[in-house]
């Protein structure tokens, strides 16, 4: 079997050709390759658009975690307070559940709604001549 790179002085020739493309069509491939290469960079997996985006998610989820970090140690103080102390303990009970001591008034105040608007209450009202 012959090799065909080389044997003595007889070597494999090739021959080039040359193809011949008209300006045109040169220049729409050239610019057909830069804009899917332009289109790569900019929507692809790792593109602008893609970086843009994390870079604003990143941004949004720093400043959620720096409000959280805040009310995290307002809770905290909260939980030392009620631990410690008992005239918190009793806010809370007066303030959120209603709790009175013995002896304890209390006066319920609903909102005035304005003129013509609901029912009028006792004070009110106008004393009916007979």
Do not use: C, H
């Not at 012959?2 to 011949?20: E, F, N, P």
């Not at 990143?58 to 805040?70: D, F, G, V, Y």
Request: no cysteine; proline share 5%.
């Amino acid at each position: 079997m012959k090799s065909l790179w080389g044997q003595g002085t007889r070597y494999l020739r090739v021959t080039r050709r040359s193809i011949d493309v008209s300006p045109k069509v040169a220049k729409l491939l050239l610019a057909l390759v830069i804009v899917l290469i332009s289109f790569i960079f900019i929507s692809g997996n790792v593109g602008l658009w893609n970086l843009w985006r994390a870079q604003k998610e990143i941004k949004e989820l720093s400043e959620r975690i720096e409000m959280l970090e805040k009310r995290n140690t307002l809770l905290s103080v909260e939980i030392e307070r009620l631990k410690s102390d008992p005239y918190t303990v009793e806010k809370i009970l007066r303030e959120k559940y209603g709790y009175v001591r013995d002896g304890d008034r209390v006066y319920r105040l609903t909102p005035f709604s304005g003129e013509g608007g609901g029912t009028p209450s006792l004070l009110d009202t106008k004393p009916e001549k007979p």
